[in-house]
T-cell receptor
Framework: NAGVTQTPKFQVLKTGQSMTLQCAQD?????MSWYRQDPGMGLRLIHY???????DQGEVPNGYNVSRSTTEDFPLRLLSAAPSQTSVYFC????????????FGSGTQLSVL | SQKIEQNSEALNIQEGKTATLTCNYT??????LQWYRQDPGRGPVFLLL?????KEKRKERLKVTFDTTLKQSLFHITASQPADSATYLC??????????FGAGTILRVKS
C-alpha cells in the first residue's frame, strides 16, 4: 500500500494564480483532511471530509476549496493564490470517526510570490 | 478560544535520560489526546492515543499521561536515544471530527 500520496512535492505560484494540490489514499479511509503548517503555529485544519460527497470547514478555510467525489481522492484548490498561503500543506486520512490515528502524506511545499 | 500550548523552546537531554514533554490546553474538553512525531521534511507519524477516561498509556519506551483536571498531558520517552530527536506534536479531539494540533516541541538527544 502506498498510504497517503500528495502531489506535487514543491510548487511556486505567482499571486493570483490558481492550482490544485492532489491527495489520494489507498486504505479505503472515510475521513480525509487538509492541514497547513507554518513555523511556530503548528498544523491548522483547513477542510475535512467524513466521506464521499461530504466536506466541512476547519479552522482556516478561507481561500481554499475542496470536493470529495470518490473515497480515494480529496483535492485542495487555491482559486487565487496569495503570499499568505505560502506554507507546507499536509493531507491526512483515517478509517472513520473520532479516536483514531491520522495517516499523513509527505507534504507539499508551496511558495506564492 | 481554544488553545494548545507546547514548550516552544527545544528540549536538550543526554542519551539514556528520560525526556518529558508537556502539552497544556485551555477552553477545551477533549475526548481524545494524541501524540505524533515529525521529522524534518516529513509528515507527522502517530505514536500514542489516550482517551479522556484514561490516566496513562504505555508503548515500549513511551508513556503518556492525561490529567483532565489540570488540562495537561505529559509525554515521556525513557532511555532516550539520538534517534529520538524530532519534533513532537500533541493533538486534541472533541466529539466533532476535528483534530487540533499544538505547535510542537523539538527534542534533541545528545550522545
Amino acid at each position: 500500500n502506498a498510504g497517503v500520496t500528495q502531489t506535487p512535492k514543491f510548487q511556486v505560484l505567482k499571486t493570483g494564480q490558481s492550482m490544485t494540490l492532489q491527495c489520494a489514499q489507498d486504505m479505503n479511509h472515510e475521513y480525509m483532511s487538509w492541514y497547513r503548517q507554518d513555523p511556530g503555529m503548528g498544523l491548522r485544519l483547513i477542510h475535512y471530509s467524513v466521506g464521499a460527497g461530504i466536506t466541512d470547514q476547519g479552522e482556516v478555510p478561507n481561500g481554499y476549496n475542496v470536493s470529495r467525489s470518490t473515497t480515494e481522492d480529496f483535492p485542495l484548490r487555491l482559486l487565487s493564490a496569495a503570499p499568505s498561503q505560502t506554507s507546507v500543506y499536509f493531507c491526512a486520512s483515517r478509517p472513520g470517526g473520532g479516536g483514531e490515528k491520522l495517516f499523513f502524506g509527505s507534504g507539499t511545499q508551496l511558495s506564492v510570490l | 478560544s481554544q488553545k494548545i500550548e507546547q514548550n516552544s523552546e527545544a528540549l536538550n537531554i543526554q542519551e539514556g535520560k528520560t525526556a518529558t514533554l508537556t502539552c497544556n490546553y485551555t477552553n477545551y474538553s477533549p475526548a481524545y489526546l494524541q501524540w505524533y512525531r515529525q521529522d524534518p521534511g516529513r509528515g507527522p507519524v502517530f505514536l500514542l492515543l489516550i482517551r479522556e477516561n484514561e490516566k496513562e498509556k504505555r508503548k515500549e519506551r513511551l508513556k503518556v499521561t492525561f490529567d483532565t483536571t489540570l488540562k495537561q498531558s505529559l509525554f515521556h520517552i525513557t532511555a532516550s536515544q539520538p534517534a529520538d530527536s524530532a519534533t513532537y506534536l500533541c493533538a486534541l479531539e472533541g466529539y466533532g471530527n476535528k483534530l487540533v494540533f499544538g505547535a510542537g516541541t523539538i527534542l534533541r538527544v545528545k550522545s
